[in-house]
C-alpha cells in the first residue's frame, strides 16, 4: 500500500487538533481560568500593584480574590454574578420566540422551500444566502442546508459536494451576518456590555450594534461564496460519476404553503403596525427629539423581535396544526429552552469569571498598560485591528465556541480598545469576523465529522484532507472580504449599525 506524505500544513492541522483535544471543555476552561485569576490577584496584591482608572482618576488597588473581603465577594456575589448576567436573559428570551419558530416547523419549511424552488442559475448564490441566513435557527442550520444543497446540486446535473460546500461556507464560515437580529446578536452585546462596563458602566452594547454592517455581510458573502463555488470549487472537483444517492424523503407538513403565507401576511401586519407606531407624533418609541438613535425602540428591540417570532410561528403553527391550543406554544417554547441547557450552564462559568476579574480591578490594570504598550510602539491605527482579527482566526483553531472565546477576549480587548478611542461595538465587529469565517476549517469544530459523513455518502473516499480543501478557499475569501469590508466601513464613515461608528 502506498504511503501519502502529508503536507505542511496537514502537519500543522494534527498537531492543533491534538493539542485542542487535551482542552477541558468550555466551562472547565473557565473554572480554570477563574482559579488562576484569583491566584493572579493574590501575587499582585503581594507587590501592591495599582492602575489609576482612566475615566476617574482614582488610583484603584488591585484585590485579593483570597483575601476576607475577596472571599466574601465570591460567596455574596455568585448567585447576583449568574442571574445579572447581561446576555443571560437577552438570549433566552429571544430564543423562546425563534425557538418557537423552529419547532413548529416554519424555519425548516421556509429554507427547504427557499432552495429547492429557487432557478438553477442562481441555485449556488441561494445555497450560500440561505445558508448564511440559517443562523436564525442556530446550530440547526448546519446539519440542515448542507446535506438539502448537496442533494439538489445532485438533481440538476452538478457535483453534490459543491453544493454541500457551498452549503456548509454559508451556515458555518457566514454564521455571524444575517438580515436579522439574532440570537448571536443578542449573546456577544451582553458579554461587550459587561467587558466595557470594566472602564465605563454607561456603555451599553446593543444587539442592533453591528446590524448594518451584518446586513451589507450577507449579499458581499452571498457573491464571494457563490463565486468560489463556481469558478474555483467545480472546475477542481470536475463532473460528479459517483453512484445515485437516494435522499430520505422529507415529510411535508399538511397546509404547509398555506401556513407560510399566513405567517408572511401576519409578520408584514405587525411590522406595518411598529412602523406607524413609530413615525406617530410623539412615539413612544423614538427619543424626546422624535428619532431612534438612541430610543425606546432600539432599547426594547429584544422584545419587539420575540413578539414577532412568536406570532409568525404561531400563524404557521396554527395553519398546519402543530398549534392546537395555547398549551402547545409554551410546551414548545419550553423544548427550546431545554436546548439552552448546555448555554445556560456555561453562562454560570462566563458570569464569575468576567464578575471577578472585574472586582478585582485586573481588568482595568490589563486595559490600562496594555493600551499604553500599544500607544509606545505606535501600534494604535487599523493595523492593530487587523493585528486582532488575525490573533482571533488563530485562536479559533484553539477553542471553537464563540461565545467561551468571546468571554475571554471581551474583558481584556474591549477596555484596552477603549483606550485607544475604539467603539466596543467596533471591537465586537473584528472578533466576529475572524472567528466565524474560520469555523470550517479548524479540526475541532463539531460539525466537521458529520459534513464529512454528508460528504462520503456522495464520496467513499473522501477525508479530512477532502473536507479542508473544499472548505480552505471559502475561509480564505471571506476572511479578506470582511477585512476589505470593515476597512470600507472604517474609512467612509458608514455607521456599523444605528448611531455606531469606530470611535468612541
Sequence with gaps: MKNTKKSL???????????GNKLPDPFMLFVILTVLMVITSYIFSLFNTSVVHPGTGEALQIKNLLS???????????????????????????????????????????????????????VTYTVVFIGILGNLASDAAVVLIPPLAAMVFYKIGRHPLAGLAAGF???????????????TDALLAGISTE????????????PVDNWYFNIVSVFVLTIVGGLVTTKFIEPRLGEYKGDAVEEEEHEELPNANKGFRNAVIS??????????????????????????VPSPFLSGIIPIILLFFIIVAVAFGVTVGKIKSSKDVSEYMAESMKDMSSYIVLVFAIAQFIAFFNWSNLGTWVAVNGAEFLKDINFTGIGLILGYIIFTALMNFLITSGSAKWAIEAPIF???????????????????????????????????????????????????????????????????????????FFYTGIPFGPGVHPFL
Design 195 to 206: 467587558a466595557a462596563a470594566i472602564l465605563d458602566e454607561s456603555i451599553v452594547v446593543t
Design 267 to 292: 409578520g408584514l401586519i405587525y411590522i406595518a403596525i411598529v412602523a406607524i407606531t413609530i413615525f406617530i407624533p410623539s412615539s413612544p418609541l423614538t427619543n424626546e427629539d422624535g428619532g431612534i
Design 68 to 122: 476576607s473581603e475577596g472571599l466574601q465577594f465570591i460567596l455574596t456575589s455568585m448567585i447576583e454574578n449568574f442571574t445579572g448576567f447581561a446576555p443571560l436573559g437577552v438570549v433566552l428570551v429571544m430564543m423562546l420566540g425563534i425557538g418557537l419558530a423552529e419547532k413548529v416547523g416554519m424555519l425548516d419549511y421556509a429554507i427547504r422551500k427557499t432552495i429547492l424552488n429557487s432557478p438553477s442559475y442562481m
Design 169 to 183: 461556507a454559508g451556515a458555518g464560515a457566514g454564521f455571524t451576518a444575517n438580515l436579522f437580529i439574532a440570537g
Design 9 to 19: 500544513f496537514e502537519k500543522f492541522l494534527d498537531v492543533v487538533e491534538k493539542f
Design 414 to 488: 474591549i477596555p484596552m480598545f477603549m483606550q485607544l478611542g475604539y467603539h466596543p461595538a467596533f471591537t465586537q465587529v473584528a472578533y466576529r469576523i475572524a472567528d466565524s469565517s474560520t469555523n470550517i476549517v479548524t479540526p475541532l469544530f463539531p460539525y466537521m465529522v458529520i459534513i464529512l459523513a454528508f460528504m462520503q455518502k456522495y464520496d467513499k473516499k473522501a477525508s479530512i484532507g477532502t473536507y479542508i480543501s473544499l472548505m480552505l478557499p471559502y475561509t480564505i475569501t471571506f476572511l479578506i472580504a470582511w477585512i476589505i469590508l470593515i476597512f470600507v
